[in-house]
């Protein structure tokens, strides 16, 4: 016997469901795709795009320095470490601003590397405007010490060709530059008013002295490290400037005001007064008072600025004496 079969009924939801094909993950993935890479393509052009509108940080200008005084506990970890004199000689960190026979205060100026053409030409400017015996003068005793961040071996020629008569020291592990809050740069900055020659000048300046120093042209410093001016009184900073480029040492007529000097602006050099042409003429050894030739160690004995002082009170008082009678 024969067995008819059911008509299959079925709506027409159910056809369009069987009659249209689902879709594939492929598909659906499509538009998400494009539109994360078009994202990426374009996060990479801006990025390639600002990298190219800007330079290297250390080329971008003036880099952020700490306004702030170096704190009690700052100094307290700099006070004993070591700073060399040109024969090697080394002192504690602290014996420059405290103890018998220093000058209640002290500046402390903070150099690059012993062949930077700036810093020499900022210690030329200084010392034809601020001299040891003007700062003599002062109601309280004043002494200036410059510390730079290369090997004690160039200590002589950099005294020599910056013509300074403070004492120099060094301190080439920067652990000082590091605690008191000093940076590292390569930006070169506006040009200051200390600086009285051309930027050719005193880089061919340090050319020479390199390579005149043969392989102690190596330890000048690191050319990255920048410094600055630190002002102490009674143990203490009371004022302080960092650098925040390659050329920016506080003005020297800042320094006088801060000094207690007046503000009259540092007097103009001869041409040439850098020494480049002289530089190789240069014997390292200076002339002391009596006209002997002796070695520059540049330090000055502290015990000597209070008697010079006691020494300058007593003429000025014995002329003051002359002219009452």
């Avoid at 850098?274 to 002391?288: A, P, V």
């Amino acid at each position: 016997m024969t067995v008819a079969a059911e008509p299959t009924t079925m709506d027409n939801s159910s056809i369009a469901a069987k009659s249209t094909p689902a879709p594939s993950s492929t598909s659906a993935t499509t538009p998400t795709i494009a539109k994360d890479v078009t994202s990426a393509t374009n996060a990479t052009e801006a990025s390639s795009s600002t990298s190219a509108a800007e330079p290297e940080p250390d080329f971008e200008g003036n880099v952020s320095v700490s306004k702030s005084m170096p704190t009690q506990a700052d100094l307290d970890k700099c006070a004993d470490l070591l700073v060399l004199d040109s024969d090697g000689a080394s002192r504690p960190f602290k014996s420059l601003y405290m103890g018998e026979g220093v000058a209640p205060r002290q500046l402390i100026i903070f150099v690059r590397h012993f062949f930077c053409g700036n810093c020499q030409e900022y210690l030329r400017t200084l010392s034809s405007s601020i001299t040891p015996e003007s700062l003599l003068t002062l109601p309280t005793p004043t002494f200036i010490t410059v510390i730079g961040c290369g090997r004690p071996d160039l200590i002589e020629m950099y005294a020599s060709t910056s013509n300074c008569p403070f004492p120099i020291y060094a301190d080439p592990t920067r652990k000082l530059y590091d605690l008191l809050g000093m940076t590292n740069t390569l930006d070169l900055g506006k040009k200051p008013e200390y600086i009285q020659t051309s930027l050719f000048a005193t880089t061919v300046q340090s050319i020479v002295q390199v390579l005149k120093t043969g392989r102690d042209g190596l330890k000048g410093g690191d050319i990255r490290q920048v410094g600055g001016e630190f002002m102490f009184e009674d143990g203490r900073v009371v004022w302080c400037h960092r650098m925040r480029n390659t050329r920016d040492h506080a003005e020297v007529t800042e320094l006088r005001k801060i000094l207690g000097l007046d503000d009259s602006k540092p007097p103009m050099r001869k041409r040439w007064s850098h020494g480049i042409r002289d530089l190789g003429k240069r014997s390292g050894s200076w002339k002391n008072k009596e006209g002997k030739e002796g070695k520059r160690s540049g330090s000055v004995p502290r015990a000597e600025v209070p008697e010079k002082l006691d020494e300058r009170r007593e003429e000025e008082e014995g002329g003051r004496g002359g002219g009452d009678e």
